[in-house]
């Protein structure tokens, strides 16, 4: 199966159970990995016939600004779903990371893989 990546997408928006983090706007990184069948569009070098990654990536900022989820666990399983819906996508891997959140560390954050049901 074929992949089609949108690689360390930086939005801001609320997410955390702290006070301060719903208050302040913070850095959350976003990695996704969408499995495909590209065979159609590398044929055609038609955009009908592609995963359309500008439209996935203006959904998935619209809402990580927005939902201001407690936990990332969470926003990752929006950000799936949010794929799974996508024309063509078979499976999906999201990673959400919130840099800085633990002391000494670049980042924590979740990595998850769901495949579209039949």
């Not at 706007?25 to 499995?35: A, S, Y």
């Not at 996935?56 to 950000?79: I, P, S």
Request: aromatic residues 6%; glycine residues 4%.
């Amino acid at each position: 199966m074929d992949k089609v990546f949108i690689k360390d997408l930086v939005v801001r928006g609320i997410i955390g159970i702290n006070d301060w983090e719903r208050e302040k706007l913070q850095e959350i990184l976003i990695n996704i990995t969408v499995f495909t069948d590209i065979s159609r569009a590398a044929k055609s070098d038609d955009l009908a016939d592609c995963v359309d990654y500008r439209a996935l990536t203006k959904k998935v900022q619209a809402h990580t600004e927005t939902v201001k989820r407690f936990t990332v666990e969470a926003l990752a399983n929006d950000l799936v779903e949010i794929c799974l819906a996508a024309k063509g996508v078979q499976k999906a891997i999201v990673r959400v990371e919130k840099p800085g959140a633990v002391r000494f560390s670049e980042s924590v954050g979740v990595e998850i893989e769901r495949t579209q049901s039949k």
